[in-house]
């Protein structure tokens, strides 16, 4: 099969894998950045795993979605939305982390878990070191070093788009 043969057969995966790779980077800079993670771009990454489901079911599925990744969002979700109503997460990590579910599926559901949570004590770590750093802090304190230094907040977009980037190419990666 030539290459051009494998890109027409598998056209929609690599477009669906490129736009959701995009957003994904995009949500967890974002939130690295400003420690928020936008009502906009979690309806975005919604309805491109939506879209992906639709084309799939009118022939073959796309990057392996189906309608289970839609109950998985649903668990994720219900999941972690009480850990919002007691203070632990923000309302735009229990966005995002319902369009991981989605992401991961059913397939993934497992090492999407395994990789976050590895991903997310790396990003722990990182926060600790760059609280203890010896720096002296500037006279006035601002900007996103004094909010690192300072404060509790954790970033999860990161480590949790970072984690679905990998799921993504493995679904693109994985033979179907």
């Known amino acids: 099969m030539h290459v051009m043969d494998a890109v027409a057969v598998h056209g929609p995966d690599w477009g669906f894998a490129c736009a959701l790779v995009v957003q994904l980077l995009i949500v967890a800079w974002r939130d690295f950045r400003r420690f928020t ?8 990454l919604l309805a491109t795993v939506a879209l992906a489901v639709l084309w799939g079911l009118l022939g073959p599925p796309v990057l392996g979605f ?3 990744s839609v109950w998985v969002a649903a668990l994720y979700f219900a999941v972690v939305f009480p850990l919002w109503l007691w203070g632990k997460f923000g309302g735009g990590d229990v966005k995002f982390m319902a369009v991981c579910g989605a992401i991961a599926g059913p397939s993934y559901g497992g090492p999407f878990v395994l990789v976050a949570s590895v991903l997310c004590l790396v990003t722990v770590a990182c926060m ?3 609280r203890s750093w010896p720096t002296r802090l500037p006279a006035r304190p601002e900007g996103l070093w004094h909010t690192y230094r300072t404060t509790r907040h954790l970033p999860l977009g990161v480590p949790l788009g970072l984690a679905s980037i990998a799921i993504v190419v493995v679904r693109v990666l994985a033979p179907s």
Do not use: Q
């Open 37 to 44: 993670i936008s009502n906009c771009a979690c309806l975005l």
């Open 66 to 68: 189906g309608l289970s």
């Open 128 to 130: 600790l070191l760059v």
